[in-house]
């Protein structure tokens, strides 16, 4: 879980916090760092996150909480603890399993969650590296980000190790 915050166009003293919640499998996240030349790191961002808002009811709309240090700030904190227990942990429990995981970042992930690098890994620890190896192969020949096209090199030779 991670609380983004931001206190421009409020007083002194207030803070907008919207909270976050995420799963994170490490695999994913190591093979990620691995291809992209990356420290890995073992506490870092979640593979998949949504801001708890979304999974709220009524969650089409932009809800940050409030705090207002001078006005009881704890019950804020018991309200967003609430919203999580109630809310983000059964989302989060529902997305451990690297399906899910998949899933989410295929047909509901946000971009900044780069599911074109993290989809392909995921399908490949779940047994089912032909598709990753199309999925790259098509991603590489329609993107000239020649950060993309270094990831599917190095995507190939990683898929060949691990794939015996």
């Not at 990356?38 to 870092?44: A, S, T």
């Not at 227990?85 to 899910?100: A, F, S, T």
Request: charged share 20%.
């Amino acid at each position: 879980m991670g609380l983004n915050t931001a206190t421009e166009h409020y007083p002194k003293g207030v803070c907008e916090v919207l909270p976050v919640v995420g799963v994170r499998h490490q695999s994913v996240e190591r093979a990620f760092d691995e291809l992209l030349s990356l420290r890995f790191k073992r506490y870092g961002a979640p593979t998949i996150s949504t801001p708890l808002y979304l999974i709220m009811p009524g969650g089409n709309t932009y809800t940050p909480w409030i705090f207002n240090a001078f006005d009881k700030p704890e019950v804020t904190a018991n309200e967003i603890a609430a919203a999580v227990n109630e809310y983000g942990l059964p989302w989060m429990k529902e997305k451990v399993d690297l399906q899910r995981i998949a899933e989410y970042l295929e047909h509901e992930g946000h971009g900044f969650l780069l599911p074109e690098y993290r989809v392909p890994i995921a399908l490949a620890f779940l047994g089912r590296s032909a598709e990753a190896i199309a999925m790259v192969e098509a991603r590489d020949a329609i993107d000239d980000r020649s950060q993309y096209h270094s990831f599917s090199q190095a995507f190939s030779e990683w898929i060949s190790r691990i794939s015996g």
